[in-house]
Every structure is written in structure tokens, then in C-alpha cells.
Nanobody
């Protein structure tokens, strides 16, 4: 299976920005669609954003669209999540996920990273 390692989480004030990274130790990284999910305290895991293998197609949850941007650098085997205008409600553990099909990566990804904590203070 594809191994995924998230990084870039931390503590930020409301209105600030963070960039999360997900590194894949996989030689065939360009084969996979990628996505970000998150799980806040006392909440279910929810979809955040997804990107196709080439980066030509993206999708976002309504609550994040306009504030978050997903991108990828296939030469570095890495996907990013740029988060701007952060709110306390964005506090969660953020997980990277992968699927061979872009059409299902938002619902049933094949593999998950271990997660990185994002905390937004008011």
C-alpha cells in the first residue's frame, strides 16, 4: 500500500494561514488521486478537498471552498493543502488519503496517513 506522511500542522490564530503537506513514499505517485479529510473534537471525519492525478481537476467541501486550495507536485511525490482565513471551527486532525480513482477518493479512499493536528485559536 501507499505510505503517506502528513506535516505542517500547528497552532495559528483565527484569520491566519497554514500549509499542510502529504509526502508519499511511492514511485508511482502520479497514478493516484489524492484527498484531504479532517476530524474535529466530537465530530465525524469529513471531506475537505480532492485532486486528480494530474492536478487538472479539484473539488472542495462547501465550507472550505474559497479559503482552502489543494495542489500537488508530482516531481516531489507531495500533495499540499493551503489554508487561509482559518477559523476556530477548522480545528481538527487533518488526514491525507489516496485512491486509484478520482471518482471515489472523496468517499472511499484506499489508504490514509496518520494525521496532523491543526489548532485555530480565537
Amino acid at each position: 500500500q501507499v505510505q503517506l506522511v502528513e506535516s505542517g500542522g500547528g497552532l495559528v490564530q483565527a484569520g491566519g494561514s497554514l500549509r499542510l503537506s502529504c509526502a508519499a513514499s511511492e514511485r508511482t505517485f502520479t497514478t493516484y488521486a489524492m484527498a484531504w479529510f479532517r476530524q474535529g473534537p466530537g465530530k465525524e471525519r469529513e471531506f475537505v478537498a480532492a485532486i486528480s492525478r494530474s492536478g487538472g481537476a479539484t473539488s472542495y467541501a462547501d465550507s472550505e471552498k474559497g479559503r482552502f486550495t489543494i495542489s500537488r507536485d508530482n516531481a516531489k511525490n507531495t500533495v499540499y493543502l493551503q489554508m487561509n482565513s482559518l477559523e476556530p471551527e477548522d480545528t481538527a486532525v487533518y488526514y491525507c488519503a489516496v485512491s486509484v480513482r478520482y471518482s471515489v477518493v472523496t468517499t472511499t479512499p484506499a489508504n490514509w496517513g496518520q494525521g496532523t493536528q491543526v489548532t485555530v485559536s480565537s
